[in-house]
């Protein structure tokens, strides 16, 4: 036992001692702390309310740093069975009496305390953090000891016993450091794939079992917490996570026991470890050697010699010699070959899902294929060269060559020139290996259109250059420390800065080594004007990287004189003419371009970082929100003539607003207020104004009037409006005016009157930080002071619209309305629409070279205008369109316009919108969508049809600005989408789009920043209003009938369509509801609108046994619970009074649901938490369930159906 | 034309206070020159200063007309160095390696490169073993290679540090043969802490200690001085010290189990100790001082 204790604590020692332990240590602990403390570092982590130190957080925190971890755990046992080999003291210990279990026990639990202290410094890192004082104390739970020992000993013991026992084993086995390391590749390979294969929400219990790390089990088990539980619940040891434990627990014991039976004494196993220096692992008395060579004695004069050559020539000659050494020497080494290939496992697994919606994959595009290469796939290229900067600076002093290679007559430059052309290559090797994958993975997928020219700019250009820009950095500071792991320490130091930097507001690029402006990318609009801002920063950067290259040079080791005294001497004296020259070149070249750069993004325009264009937000709000409600008139129609430039990106707008006082009171002034972040100039005409205020920094100015206006008096308004968009920006560049695909709003461009609430800010916490109220967000849905405003704009109610809109000679411009005239003028297209109805206050303009695909509909044109490379699905939406109008006018009413057109803009937002008879539509969220597959969710139908439906949910019934205006519009829209969809689909694809509802609404509670308001009051919450309003509106008109539940949206649109103000609200729409809804049925309305409520159904067993009369009866064991939820997300239980479907299922057939043919399904009344079902079917019973097609919100949807045993076997 | 290496008046101290070369003066010829002296002398200190890796304190190396100090570049076109630690890149053949070596030595045409790089695996031996991976080599097929990379490029200036360290008997008569073979033209410094090698190989040599020149001169001249003042006496291990006290010792060795000590007098010291012929290890401990070191003669 002493023994044992001896070896332990040997062990320790040996590791408390090392750089490794301590290096590992201090960057997870700062990585914990940083994660904890600040936005910029993200590992998991807090969103929204949930606490920073909330246990949700602690255990996620401390499960991912788990994983993470392996990588120094590894070190760590491996260390420990490996030392003996290569230090060759085996013999020695091996000899010793020592027992077998003594020295493998006291080993392996050394390393084990070892790697287990690394994360008691991440707990400790948090508890540390949360006490931070710049944290916002709201966001800080109170300090318990539990939480942080539920995951230390649930989660991060036993996966450290296990990887520890793993990788002990392998070492051990093998006796081979590369052997382990392999292992670990592997590992995490076979991770990878197993996550890949088990990543689809069926099956969720088996991932939740095979996740070693039991990452799948506790990320399943909280994935719908609430901000409430994530705070307070601690997840516990049942279900899931215990037998993920046990089970895991169980194999690393297992593998302990098999390396304590396999292992032995003996040394010297592996062969090939010890290489190096000094190998004398062969003593070769050579054949050779016997010969005696000194019987002729010759004189060796001359033999080495030839004619030799020093000048530039032959340093070229010697550089390219010494690089293709170099570079021979990484490419061969095994760490390099095992991160490539991680990387590309990685890029095959990201590619998989990378732009899919509702689980349905998009045509893997160049373009994508980019950006997954820009995302995950460079991190490894920047993992490798970061650490191949290390190894090759020091590759000569670790073999040993360094004092040949230095003596030699070849320039300094040639010797740290070929490492850098050697970074360079690897550098670039592994980019092209990178889109050799992309190409490959397209080819796989049976896609052709390969744009090698795009490879190109991205990959080489876009990608390539900051890496060499990086890679210059790397090999300097190795250099500059002249300390391998220094050398690593600023590198990491260097891209943690970054985030940071940002976080901090300090983003711009011109401080930020290496980095550009973001260059978006977008099939239609190619990399547009943001190429030039790139090529300058890149310039700049470049000659940044120069300088980084003379010091290089002047500070390059050569010989042994390592003191900074003699370094700073001899670089003194290497600072000669050609090195002053390029210094010089250096120096000039980045003052240049860094003052061009200067001069574009800070004297052309404003340059703003975050937080102060935060700060005019908020200057804009408290300056002049007491104007909000001030009465104003309102706009009853808009003529502009808009002139858009696409390729100087710059519009020119004059126009009038016909104003009208409908208040009833006079008004002597007018508020203009308008967007000073993209108005370059602005002229504004107020008959008989005179400009009383004016506060250009925020963008107001305010008019007295000579004469006030008095009620029912019109007035003509002027403007005109100049975006220029000159040189270019640091940041946030305007993607709304480009050369291709130029789409921007009247909210954006237009002056507004009044007060615009849209200008304020909204981020809690930066209003925290400013002394700003708590925002609100929508005003209470019973103030009907409110009900006079629409929730789109204040300034106006119902308008007529006119519009010329001109632009260049090769494309089209739009804007809602009719074309009543095309021509063209001066090399410019002019189209003029004119509306023959009044449209809300919402209008926009749209520019580029479409092809255009035209339909009709009875008497509605359609058509679909479409980048030429995108056709894939226009036809789909086409047909959508088709079916949607079809339904539509059907089922509520006539739709006031005579022609639909979709038309598409680039990715650079992913939403579609739909104006009056003008939907744009992103070419991100459907036109790559890749429905080849007939069993994919066809979202391209779906948002297609939600769009449509905006015609008459939001263009004919509008809603007041207070909560619950989304439901009249976009709930509505949701509605009817998955009407179409259902008929086109049928019920089975409803479910599994319901299914994704399902999920995105338990995840958006998750996320909530705020409250959670129930549906009728939502304010403007997308989880809410859509994904909610799917699963409430199916469900009532399951319950009510699909005519009842179109009867009263259609009597509701009756009643209220193109009115206002004052403007309907969702209680209206309830009190249509409501009468189409039977006494029995009542209670949803309150379950599914005016509360949040939560089911928890469950399908405890089943059996059947045969009646007399040759059937089947069924008796099913349910468990139900009711909640309602507040809007923090805590849950009280509430009485079962319910209505739920009841089914039993046979065997499966192709057409019948993943259940099974559908023998019986009625709603039961359930009352009590458990009840017996006993239902007698015709058929034999496979499966039966409570709610088995989820049609009401449970958290845990997949346990409502269960098998169907015969009684007694 | 003959070339000569002065170095005058070297002085270098290490961070840590160590004083590696006080002082230090040496002029040398053509042909082979031993440095001879104890682990830590300073052989490798100045060995490294005259082929560019290291910066003296104080001082000054010319070499014929060439400020070795200030000229870098120009001292190494004509150098060849065989450090004393030497590593290889195991993965690689000692003839890629070589050729590679070639190219960096400004041996840049194809054609001339081979020839010269064939001569030399010849001339080592290693022309059967070229192709061979460097991490397979014997240690004495190593310090061969070292040899040959050292060679390419003819050079007129040969730093040679401790390369017989840690042979066995055979490979380093091999390795001092080889030595033998090159040009008498060339300057040859040959470091060694083993003075058989500069007695079978130098005509000139100097002992260096703790930094200090304490002898420069040709091995014969120095031998012949000590003609009839070395004597030895097979003695009691433990009447050394008073031994010491008595006579100046020169060195102590085994033999046999038995204690055998040379002592320097100028005459017969009696005491049954036997006049014996002076070499070069009796200079060499002489020359060091009193200072004993037992192991040293085996």
Redesign the interface.
Known sequence: MTTLREIFRFEIRHHLRSTTFWLAGAVFFLLAFGAVTTDAIQVGGAVGNVNRNAPYVIAQFLLIFSVLGVFVTTVFVASAVLRDYQHRTDGIFYSTPMSKRDYLLGRFGGAFTVSVLIFVSVALAVIVGSFMPWLEPERVGPFQLIPYVYAMGVLVLPNVLLMSAIFFGVATLTRSMVATYAGLVAFFVGYAVAGTLLSDVENEAAAALVDPFGMAAFQISTQYWTTAERNARILGLEGGILQNRLLWIGVALLILLITYWRFSFTTGAAKGRR????????????D??D?P??TE??????????????GL??SW??LV??SR?EVK?VV?SLPFLVILALGVLNFVGTATSTGSLFGTAVHPRTQLMVQIILGGFLLFGVIILTFYSGELVWRDRD???D?????????SW?LWGSKMVALAVISLAVLAVGALAAVGYQLAQGFTELEPLLYVQAVGLRVGIPVLLVAVLALFTQVLTNNKYLGFLLMVLYYISLPVMNALDLNHRLYQYSQTPPLPYSDMNGYGHFVEPMVWFFTYWGFAALGLLVLVHLLWV????T?VR?RL??AVRRFTGPTRAVAAVAVLGFVGTGTWIFYNTNVLNDYMPPDRLQDRMADYEKEYSRYEGTPQPRITAVYADVDIYPHERAVDIRGTYTVRNKEAVALDSIHLTWNPRVVDSLELGVPGGRVLHEDPYVGWRTYGLAEAMLPGEELELTYRIAVRNPGFVNSGSNTNLVDNGTFFNNASYFPHIGYNDGFELADPVERRRRDLPPIVRMPSLYDSTHYDTNYLTAESDWVDFETVVSTSADQIALAPGYLEREWEEGGRRYFHYTMDAPILGFWSYLSARWEVRRDRWRDVDLAVYYHPEHAYNVDRMIEAAKKSLDYFTREFGPYQHRQVRILEFPGYATFAQSFPNTIPFSESIGFIAKLDDPKDIDYVFYVTAHEIAHQWWAHQVMGADVQGATVTSETMAQYSALMVQEKEYGPEMMRRFLRYELDSYLQGRGGELIEELPLFRVENQGYIHYRKGSLVTYAMRDYIGEEAFNRAMSRYVDAVKFTGPPYTTSLEYLDYLEAEVPERWESKVEDLFRTITLWELEAEGATWEPTDDGRYRVRLDVRSRKYRADGQGNTTETALDEWVDIGVFGAETPDSPAEGEVLFLEKRHVTDTTAVMEIVVDEEPVRAGIDPFNKLIDRNPGNNVTGVERTGG | MSLELHIEHLSRTY?GGVQALKDVSLTVPTGMFGLLGPNGAGKSTLM?TI?????PDAGAISLGSLDVLAEK?EV??I?????Q????????SAEEMLT??????????RG??R??VE??LH?T??W??RKRKL???????RQRF?I??A?????RLVIVDEPTAGLDP??R??FL??L???????VVILSTHIVEDVSDLCSRMAVISQGEVLLQTAPQNAVADLHGKVWEKVVDKRTLPSLEEEHRVISTHLWAGRTVVHVFSEEDPGQGFQAVEADLKDVYFTALGSRPAEQEAA
């Open positions: 290489r190096g220096r000094k190998a004398k692992v062969v003593a070769d008395a050579g050779e050697l010969r060579a000194a004695v010759r004189v060796l004069e001359g033999f080495g010699g030839g004619s030799r050559h020093f020539a032959a000659t010697q010699h010494q050494l020497g061969k073999v040993g060559t004092e040949v290679h230095d003596a030699l007559p070849v320039r040639v050569r010989g042994k004189e003191a003699t001497r001899l | 961070p490294r082929a560019t890796l290291q910066e570049e190494r076109k150098l060849g160095y065989l450090p630690d030497f590593g290889v890149y195991p993965r690689v590679h070596l070639a190219v960096l030595k400004g041996l840049t045409g001339e490169r020839d010269a001569a030399l001339q031996n290693l059967e073993a991490g397979t080599y014997s240690g004495g097929m070292g040959a990379q060679l390419l490029g003819d050079p055979a490979e008569l091999r043969n080889l033998s073979e090159i040009g008498e033209n060339v």
